[in-house]
């Protein structure tokens, strides 16, 4: 089979892409946090890449659709990724109380571990159901209508969005670094943080 790219299709993909992606959301609230603070900058952006690749392709060639027809899957997703948010949450609260932290690990860095960062950044996307409803409903949906050789046009389309947003929100956020010198600026950045955790926490478990 010959392949091709239609660039119109991924041009498509690319702009849908990111007009989902780039909804204020949790992950992004922690990806953008991550640049502020310069830790793990490639990790944060691949990890949060290459997640959304995964899922992604899941929902263009119909897998995600039958995911998502598991009422104890979605309901193990929806609990666990708001009890996950609430606890983020209030991380973020209570760093609005005490911003000479982060404002002093600006100065001298004391970095979370490796290894909690890259589970965090797991957790922010695989635990929340919003990213299934991207990825697997509406982009699934809209792939799902183009003739097969024009689908992997699309996947491109979107994986090119997914690559752009997290690369320049990451690194973009670490060029902001000086302007979080100043502890207010980390305490309006955690309050709006700890409002938009808590309320898609919320929805979750009243939905």
């Not at 060029?175 to 409002?195: E, H, Y």
Request: proline share 4%.
């Amino acid at each position: 089979m010959n392949m091709y790219i239609d660039f119109s299709t991924l041009l498509e993909g690319f702009f849908l892409g990111i007009s989902l992606i780039m909804a204020i959301g949790a992950q992004n609230a922690f990806v953008l946090k991550q640049g502020l603070k310069r830790q793990y900058l490639l990790m944060t952006a691949l990890t949060c890449s290459i997640s959304d690749a995964f899922l992604i392709v899941l929902g263009v060639t119909g897998i995600g659709a039958l995911i998502t027809e598991s009422p104890i899957f979605m309901d193990i997703m929806r609990f666990g990724g708001a009890a996950f948010l609430i606890y983020y949450g209030l991380r973020s609260f209570w760093s609005v109380f005490h911003p000479h932290i982060l404002v002093e690990s600006l100065e001298n860095p004391i970095q979370q571990s490796r290894r909690a960062t890259f589970l965090a950044l797991l957790g922010f996307t695989f635990l929340n159901p919003h990213t299934y409803i991207d990825t697997f409903l509406l982009l699934g949906t809209v792939g799902a209508e183009f003739p097969v050789p024009e689908r992997l046009s699309f996947i491109l389309g979107t994986l090119m969005a997914s690559v752009t947003w997290f690369f320049s929100l990451t690194y973009g956020a670490s060029k902001l670094t000086p302007l979080f010198k100043n502890p207010r600026a980390w305490q309006v950045l955690d309050s709006i943080m700890g409002c938009v955790m808590i309320g898609i926490a919320i929805r979750l478990i009243i939905k």
